[in-house]
């Protein structure tokens, strides 16, 4: 009868250890979820950041990129009209020294 007292006995504390342990696993459970939880909103919050940087330079490109092809339509229409005046006064040049 002494080993089957001291196997129940040996039962009796595993289950208490089992439950011990339980118990502080869910005591820990919140705190564990809590954390979770903060880590996530980080990652979330980095992740707005970035997109809203991402954003803001893309918009700077893009009024670059329209600031640029402005300056290139300008500088294209000022080369035709160039072009256009050289070629009305060597019309009118030639018109004059043509004789009538």
């Known amino acids: 009868m002494g080993n089957q007292e001291e196997q129940s006995l040996k039962e009796a504390k595993r289950a ?11 005591a820990r459970e919140p705190e564990r979820k809590k954390a979770y939880l903060a880590r996530e909103q980080a990652i979330e919050e980095a992740q707005k950041e970035k997109k809203t940087k991402r954003s803001e330079k893309h918009a700077a490109e893009e009024v670059k990129e329209l600031a640029r092809d402005q300056a290139r339509r300008e500088a294209y229409i000022a080369r035709e009209k160039a072009i256009a005046e050289a070629q009305e006064a060597r019309r009118l040049k030639a018109k004059k020294q043509s004789p009538e």
Do not use: F, I, N, T
């Open 16 to 26: 208490e250890k089992r439950a011990a342990e339980e118990a502080e696993r869910l």
